[in-house]
């Protein structure tokens, strides 16, 4: 049994208390980390404010996680005790998404990521012998250790500072996949990008490594517009300025190639999609504010210009290689990673996240303290 500490959630909409906590010892198909570095996500917010997921409180949540493996059960054989390890989402590895390399789309996905528990319903976190919900994304790790498993646990090459690692596991995954493998810019082509988070910024660096022309993104914090530009971003606009569209047209007056949509908001997926070109694509990421959110979708110009829209999990990514790739990009100095963050301790984690809506950062790190 471990004593750390933990950002807990135990109510909706609540701020996160950080209490001390009693983390079990991994089983046999379990590995331990310490944890040097989690990013906070927009899902974790979601989480904490009970918007889609049906996770009992109290819990721990935090899926971006990264450090150094202590300890890891009878059964694992990827990963040993020193290893610097990025945390990823969970998979079964057996079903035929899985097998096909398609984990993010998993048969097991939500019960093994969502459910605040493991497999068998237990869980290894407690507090003054309460159960706590964990398990998050296969990690929960909102705290100074968490468990982990060998689906979500890749291993870094040597040389990289873990504690900024984390966001790799599923921000900056979800955006640079998305352009990479989803939509598979080809060099010389445009792209719109709705929204200039974690994951509208990585796309924008991903999009530079493929070489697109044009690389346009939408967003209403002008730091962040800024950053975009230094990101290698070749226009940034105001959406409050005029219509999205319409300022897409003054650049690219034929429309985009491809448009990537992190926002989640129908009225903003709206203006990406009246924004594509002839066959362009529209991908979509951003998880909406309600369960039941729709877009209005013009059937004639679609069917007329042979458009398409696609949704997305994790930027249709594998972690296992994906990871490393994106890791080695940033030891190219070609995929800045850092030039995102913002690190804070783990009690602070209230103000990292007020301070993340305020515009004030893009992507908070919290260091346990």
Do not use: W
């Amino acid at each position: 049994m471990q004593q750390i500490r933990v950002a807990v959630c135990r109510a909706h909409g609540q701020p996160f208390s950080i209490e001390s906590a009693q983390l079990e010892d991994p089983l046999e198909d379990e590995i331990l980390v310490r944890i040097a570095g989690v990013g906070i996500c927009h899902t974790d917010i979601v989480a904490q404010h009970g918007g889609l997921y049906p996770i009992a409180l109290p819990a721990v949540f935090g899926h971006e996680g990264a450090g150094e493996v202590v300890a890891v059960g009878a059964a694992i054989a990827t990963v040993k005790m020193g290893d610097k390890v990025v945390l990823s989402f969970g998979s079964c590895g057996h079903c035929a998404r899985c097998v096909h390399h398609d984990s993010a789309y998993c048969a097991q996905a939500f019960p093994i990521n969502y459910s605040g528990a493991r497999a068998n319903g237990t869980t290894a976190l407690s507090i003054a012998g309460a159960r706590v919900s964990g398990h998050f994304f296969g990690q929960s790790s909102f705290a100074s250790y968490a468990i982990a498993y060998e689906s979500n646990t890749i291993v870094l090459p040597d040389g990289f500072d873990a504690s900024i690692m984390g966001p790799l596991g599923c921000g900056i995954q979800t955006g640079a996949g998305t352009v990479m493998n989803t939509l598979a810019c080809k060099p010389g082509t445009s792209l719109l990008i709705t929204g200039g988070g974690t994951l509208g910024l990585s796309a924008v660096m991903a999009a530079s490594v493929q070489g697109c022309a044009t690389i346009i993104v939408s967003e209403m914090h002008a730091s962040r517009r800024e950053l975009a530009l230094a990101l290698g971003a070749t226009h940034a606009i105001d959406p409050r300025a005029s219509p999205v569209a319409e300022a897409v047209r003054e650049i690219s007056p034929a429309g985009v190639d491809y448009a990537f949509d992190t926002t989640g908001l129908p009225d903003v997926m709206a203006g990406a999609l009246a924004s594509l070109g002839t066959r362009g694509t529209l991908a979509i990421a951003g998880l909406p504010p309600r369960p039941d959110a729709t877009i209005p979708v013009p059937v004639l110009p679609m069917i007329a210009y042979g458009q398409t829209i696609k949704g997305l999990v994790e930027g249709d990514a594998s972690p296992k290689s994906f990871i490393p790739h994106l890791a080695n990009l940033y030891r190219q100095g070609v995929f800045p990673i850092d030039r995102l963050m913002k690190k804070y301790k783990l009690s602070e984690i209230n103000q990292a996240i007020s301070e993340q809506h305020e515009g004030l950062c893009v992507k908070p790190v919290l260091i346990p303290d």
